[in-house]
Structure formats: structure tokens, C-alpha cells
């Protein structure tokens, strides 16, 4: 069974996406619920990037190597791989450079991801994305490839997260642990 940790934007999306794909999954969120999770049903967890990894229900998961995936990696495994993704990070200017890249390719390109728009929301979709990532969306990343990676800068950012500028590094550049000879 799917966790959906969190219940922002991009976990309302999946669970759409689930309930069409009539796939099990439960939600937990801390502002919304206190239901009892049963580890021991629990396949896959979700996490919202707003949710701390030092939550009870990420420790726990750890200590039962229960699998901790991003909305993006999730996409990823789910996703037309017929499409060619363009992610893009970095500190500032993720936005204003994705944005740019979507004038630039026109109406033939979808664009998501962190700049407010869940990706969900293209899942059935035929176009080429566009993809603004983000530190918590990496960080919980194993298979994700792009065709296309822009990274526009990095600097100390999202330390209560991350605990420290190197660990904030490593999530921004764990986009690229796939990366291929073929790829941009």
C-alpha cells in the first residue's frame, strides 16, 4: 500500500491519479489526521517536500527500509516514457528559466513541478515537460532521468532541512545520479 505523507497540491494530484488507477493507498497528514499508520501495510511512502525528515512516520520508515520516494520520482516510474522530460534546479531563477524555456518551445511543452503546477496533473498527458525542481523533490530521488538538466545556481538555502549546505548540495545535484552519455 502507497503513504501519501502529506496532503498539499502535488499528494491531492496522486491521489486523483490513484483513485483512477484503483490502486490502495491511505493519507496521512499531520494538519488533517491522527489515524494510527500500520507500518506493516505500507509498500511505499510519498513525501511531500514540506515534511521533515526528522517526521516520526520517515524515521520509522528508515528503520523498516520501507521505501521513501518524491512526487517526482513517482511521476517518473508512472509517466509515458515516450515524452522527453527538461528538469531544471537550482537556488534562484528556477522559475523565471522554466518559464522562459516554455515561451521559447511554445505550446508543444508542459510545464510543472515546484513552480506551482503538481505534476500529476500531466500524467496522461502527451507533451514533452518541463520540470522545476526542487532540493525536497531530489532528495527522495532513484531512478528520475531527464533528457535535458539545467542547474541555474546553488547557494546555502533550506538549511532547517537539510542540516547543512553540503547536504543541501547533495539533494540539488541527486537529479543527476542517472544522468547518460546521451543527455544534456
Same mark, same amino acid.
Given at each position: 500500500?502507497?503513504?501519501?505523507?502529506?496532503?498539499?497540491?502535488?499528494?491531492?494530484?496522486?491521489?486523483?491519479?490513484?483513485?483512477?488507477?484503483?490502486?490502495?493507498?491511505?493519507?496521512?497528514?499531520?494538519?488533517?489526521?491522527?489515524?494510527?499508520?500500520?507500518?506493516?501495510?505500507?509498500?511505499? #511512502?510519498?513525501?511531500? @517536500?514540506? /515534511?521533515?525528515?526528522?517526521? %516520526?512516520?520517515?524515521?520509522?520508515? $528508515? *528503520?523498516?527500509? =520501507?521505501?521513501?520516494?518524491?512526487d517526482l520520482e513517482f511521476f517518473?516510474?508512472?509517466?509515458?516514457?515516450?515524452?522527453?522530460?527538461?528538469?531544471?534546479?537550482?537556488?534562484?531563477?528556477?522559475?523565471?528559466?522554466?518559464?522562459?524555456?516554455?515561451?521559447i518551445i511554445g505550446k508543444n #511543452?508542459?510545464?510543472? @513541478?515546484? /513552480?506551482?503546477?503538481?505534476? %500529476?496533473?500531466?500524467?496522461?498527458? $502527451? *507533451?514533452?515537460? =518541463?520540470?522545476?525542481?526542487?532540493?525536497?523533490?531530489?532528495?527522495?530521488?532513484?531512478?528520475?532521468?531527464?533528457?535535458?538538466?539545467?542547474?541555474?545556481?546553488?547557494?546555502?538555502?533550506?538549511?532547517?532541512?537539510?542540516?547543512?549546505?553540503?547536504?543541501?548540495?547533495?539533494?540539488?545535484?541527486?537529479?543527476?545520479?542517472? /544522468?547518460?552519455?546521451?543527455?544534456?
Open positions: 500500500m502507497i503513504l501519501l505523507l502529506g496532503y498539499g497540491i502535488s499528494n491531492q494530484s496522486i491521489s486523483k491519479y490513484l483513485d483512477n488507477s484503483l490502486r490502495d493507498y491511505i493519507i496521512y497528514d499531520d494538519k488533517l489526521s491522527k489515524i494510527n499508520i500500520s507500518f506493516n501495510d505500507i509498500d511505499l #511512502i510519498i513525501k511531500s @517536500g514540506s /515534511i521533515s525528515n526528522n517526521h %516520526f512516520v520517515i524515521l520509522e520508515a $528508515k *528503520k523498516r527500509n =520501507i521505501e521513501i520516494i518524491s517518473y516510474r508512472e509517466y509515458d516514457k515516450c515524452r522527453r522530460i527538461i528538469a531544471v534546479t537550482g537556488t534562484n531563477g528556477k522559475s523565471t528559466t522554466v518559464s522562459l524555456i516554455k515561451n #511543452i508542459e510545464l510543472g @513541478g515546484n /513552480i506551482g503546477i503538481p505534476l %500529476f496533473d500531466f500524467i496522461k498527458g $502527451k *507533451k514533452d515537460l =518541463i520540470i522545476e525542481t526542487s532540493s525536497y523533490m531530489n532528495e527522495y530521488l532513484q531512478s528520475f532521468h531527464a533528457k535535458y538538466y539545467v542547474i541555474t545556481n546553488i547557494y546555502p538555502n533550506h538549511l532547517e532541512h537539510h542540516n547543512s549546505y553540503t547536504n543541501y548540495i547533495k539533494a540539488k545535484l541527486n537529479f543527476l545520479k542517472n /544522468i547518460q552519455k546521451n543527455d544534456y
